[in-house]
């Protein structure tokens, strides 16, 4: 449900109001997932497409505050997560009769 709030709010917002929702609610999203479509969103499709290049530095001010020790700590511990799964998987494989 979340996404799909995230995904309607990012898309339909002007520029200023999306860097604001972004510095207001990233910091307090615990789901990876989310936190990274919303980094993408905003870097890939405000930043590189929309924003004139006059704004582009202080919207990756804006993005670099949301990004708290916080936020970043829940990214870090959801790659190691998923690596650690991926090579219980490669092992697994590497020991399957073939």
Do not use: F, G
Not at 2 to 18: E, F, G, I, K, N
Not at 64 to 75: I, P, R, Y
């Amino acid at each position: 449900m979340r996404a799909v709030l995230w995904a309607m709010a990012l898309d339909h917002v002007p520029p200023a109001s999306h860097l604001q929702l972004l510095a207001q609610q990233l910091p307090r999203e615990s789901s990876p997932t989310l936190v990274a479509a919303a980094l993408d969103r905003t870097l890939n499709d405000l930043v590189r497409r929309v924003l004139p290049p006059s704004d582009v530095p202080a919207a990756l001010e804006v993005v670099a505050t949301a990004c708290s020790l916080e936020t970043l700590a829940v990214c870090i511990q959801a790659a190691v997560v998923v690596t650690l799964k991926a090579w219980e998987l490669l092992d697994v494989r590497s020991q399957a009769p073939y």
